[in-house]
């Protein structure tokens, strides 16, 4: 079965500083995709970034990077320079091929707070 | 403007009323989906829409009903909800393939009174 771990529920940091935000998964299947979303407090759920199994480098676009380890599981995300923009939940999802349909995994996402 | 839209954005209901989600998509995705947000738990799929027809229902109590009349239109409609139902619904469309991204919706804040 698929499970996406999140296991920091808040964190805050001063505005300027880098964080690192964590996602740990669970998979049987070799072929898998990994994304992160970020959540507003106005609700949608924006999309950050996709990244399939078999592509382990990692990505940096402008103030965000991805850091994606198949050895431990882990898809971890940071922010450097934090801004106040910044502040939201962020969720990490596993994608479970289903039917032929895409069918997403959340982890239970980790609030940041961005303090100015 | 947002490919996947949503309405009402907030809605507050009895619980003997019966009222509706409505979604559209603009991205010209053949799969949509409802998912729900509730504080308590994580995000849960609901219904899975695939080419108009319905591919899973994951366990939703039948008081929820969604309906796919096109690819672009997804709806569900509620009826005799329970306080229990407050929560954050969200749409989402893809093209409905493995690897391919699911883009959400604004969300529809429903509050049972």
């Known amino acids: 079965a698929q499970k996406v771990t999140q296991a920091q529920t808040e964190i805050s940091v001063v505005e300027k500083e880098d964080v690192t935000l964590d996602c740990v998964y669970e998979?049987?299947?070799?072929?898998?995709?990994l994304f992160w979303y970020k959540q507003p407090p106005s609700g949608e759920l924006v999309f950050l970034i996709r990244?399939?199994?078999?592509?382990?480098q990692n990505e940096i676009s402008g103030r965000y990077s991805w850091n994606f380890q198949k050895s431990t599981s882990s898809f971890n995300f940071t922010i450097t320079a934090s801004q106040v923009v910044d502040s939201a939940v962020y969720f990490c999802a596993l994608s479970d091929h289903n039917f032929g349909n895409e069918k997403l995994t959340f982890g239970t996402g980790t609030r940041l707070t961005i303090i100015p | 403007e947002t490919g996947v839209t949503q309405t009402p954005r907030h809605l507050v209901m009895g619980m003997t009323n019966k009222k509706s989600l409505k979604c559209e998509q603009h991205l010209g995705h053949n799969a949509m989906y409802w998912y729900k947000q509730s504080a308590k738990k994580p995000l849960e799929l609901m219904f899975v829409?695939?080419?108009?027809?319905?591919?899973e229902n994951n366990s939703v109590p039948s008081r929820f009903s969604p309906e796919c009349p096109n690819s672009s239109h997804l709806f569900l409609h509620l009826h005799t909800l329970q306080p229990e139902d407050s929560a954050l619904y969200l749409c989402?469309?893809?093209?409905?393939?493995?690897?391919?991204?699911?883009?959400f919706g604004e969300g529809s804040w429903l509050t049972v009174v």
């Open positions: 829409y695939s080419l108009e027809e319905r591919v």
């Open positions: 990244r399939n199994s078999f592509d382990e």
């Open positions: 989402a469309s893809s093209q409905g393939t493995l690897g391919n991204t699911i883009y």
């Open positions: 998979t049987r299947d070799t072929t898998y995709y």
